[in-house]
């Protein structure tokens, strides 16, 4: 069956340490990966795309992975900050009669503490 | 800034009820998706629709219906509401670029609508 794995365990860790989440895939081959941030009570907003051809992408504090024989993804937020702590989602864009269709996981919780 | 409205914050309505939820994205997007979101599963999709008057069914259609008669309003009905839809509900859209008719890739969600059926 297909699956998309994000820890359910909240992650904690210290404001300026590195944050790494994962996102383990089985029984699909997306497109393109992305992560999403997703505060309580509010929508999603999107962070950062990589496609299957690329390896790594960066933006700011953040860096993606995907590492399509693995099938997994890493998101790291380095320099973490209490202003980071939320629910990060991935989605696989799965294709789908000539749409891509993102798919998510379900999101690890970061709790940066000061 | 892109901007994707759903109309209501928070709604409470019966058992039975005929339930209308509804998101306007004003970027010209082509594609439009309903997402639910429970504690513990996730979003899971209920219906996309690529198109004007167009629509597709997602993982959970059941006991959904949706309209899309302008390209910026997208509708999901429930028709007669039940306890087990008691749920966020998100609205997201995305555009299609023209090159490879490929979406873009970044969803835009509006801020959600949180369902509770009695």
């Known amino acids: 069956s297909q699956k998309i794995e994000q820890n359910s365990e909240a992650l904690n860790i210290q404001e300026g340490k590195t944050a790494t989440l994962t996102c383990n895939y089985t029984?699909?081959?997306?497109?393109?990966l992305q992560w999403y941030r997703q505060d309580p009570g509010r929508g999603p907003v999107f962070l950062l795309l990589?496609?299957?051809?690329?390896k790594e992408k960066r933006k700011e504090r953040l860096k993606v992975t995907f590492d399509t024989t693995l099938k997994q993804s890493l998101f790291h937020i380095t320099a973490s900050q209490p202003a980071d702590s939320a629910t990060y989602l991935c989605?696989?864009?799965?294709?789908?009669?000539?749409?891509?269709?993102?798919?998510f996981g379900r999101g690890t919780s970061l709790i940066v503490h000061p | 800034d892109v901007k994707v409205t759903q109309s209501s914050r928070y709604l409470v309505k019966r058992t039975g009820e005929k339930v209308f939820l509804e998101c306007v994205q004003d970027?010209?997007?082509?594609?439009m998706f309903w997402y639910r979101q429970d504690p513990g599963l996730g979003l899971r999709l209920i219906y996309f629709?690529?198109?004007?008057?167009?629509?597709e069914k997602g993982d959970i259609p059941e006991g959904y219906s949706v309209s899309r008669e302008k390209k910026e309003r997208f509708s999901l009905i429930l028709e007669s509401a039940s306890t087990n839809q008691t749920s966020m509900y998100l609205c997201?859209?995305?555009?299609?670029?023209?090159?490879?008719?490929?979406?873009?890739?970044?969803?835009?969600f509006g801020e959600g609508s949180r369902l509770t059926v009695l």
């Open positions: 997201a859209s995305t555009p299609t670029v023209i090159r490879d008719l490929t979406p873009a890739g970044e969803l835009f």
């Open positions: 029984n699909y081959s997306p497109a393109y």
């Open positions: 990589i496609r299957e051809n690329e």
């Open positions: 989605a696989l864009a799965l294709s789908s009669g000539g749409s891509y269709i993102p798919t």
């Open positions: 970027m010209d997007h082509e594609n």
């Open positions: 629709s690529y198109d004007v008057k167009m629509k």
